[in-house]
């Protein structure tokens, strides 16, 4: 993946804003896996996710479709 400006002409920051914490992270332990080299940040250093924005990114998750609710009861069970 090339970062800057990509065809759809967005910068970096502009394309992981969009994605979320959530993506942002996963993306990052599949660069990880394919020995980018990078680490994954500290709990509480100065790049990390705070704990506020795990709450922020929480109230913008997508709900559970009723399906996939009860996929995931059946799993627990």
Not at 19 to 47: D, F, P, W
């Amino acid at each position: 993946m090339e970062w800057g400006t990509g065809q759809s002409g967005k910068s970096k920051v502009e394309m992981l804003m969009k994605n979320g914490l959530y993506a942002n992270i996963h993306r990052k332990q599949e660069r990880i896996a394919h020995g980018s080299g990078e680490k994954m940040n500290k709990v509480g250093s100065k790049n990390a996710p705070t704990a506020k924005d795990f709450k922020e990114s929480a109230k913008t998750a997508k709900p559970q479709s009723r399906k996939d609710m009860i996929r995931q009861k059946m799993k627990d069970m």
